[in-house]
């Protein structure tokens, strides 16, 4: 039987970035299990999309999940990333994505708590 991932590589690549905004780059290439190269095209991607912003932090990059933008899939336009994201992290709400300055980044993972304690 082939492998497969239920992830493709720039969600698993996203989600080294919600975990660890001051990942770097070898870090995200060991996780995921890709090269180095692959992981920065990856980062790249994510971030020419707008999903991710690059900031400067001394010699490291720091990034910024845009929580609230859409998801890339066409069947699913109502879903914020950040919403996907607090899920795959921790419905707990331990492990939240990091967002912008949008309300949407901040409560989407309370939401995802809120939902598995019902409230």
Not at 7 to 16: E, Q, S, Y
Not at 86 to 97: I, K, R, T
Request: proline share 6%; aromatic share 4%; hydrophobic share 35%.
């Amino acid at each position: 039987m082939e492998r497969w991932s239920f992830l493709t590589n720039h969600g698993r690549v996203l989600l080294c970035i919600a975990h660890d905004p001051g990942v770097r780059l070898r870090d995200i290439a060991a996780r995921v299990g890709i090269t180095e190269r692959s992981a920065y095209g990856i980062v790249t991607d994510l971030s020419e999309a707008g999903y991710v912003i690059k900031q400067k932090d001394g010699r490291r990059n720091r990034y910024q999940i845009q929580a609230h933008m859409p998801l890339p899939e066409p069947t699913s336009q109502q879903l914020a990333i950040g919403e996907v994201l607090a899920v795959l992290a921790g419905a707990d709400g331990s492990q939240q994505p990091t967002g912008g300055n949008q309300p949407e980044a901040t409560a989407a993972p309370r939401t995802a708590k809120a939902a598995s304690q019902g409230h």
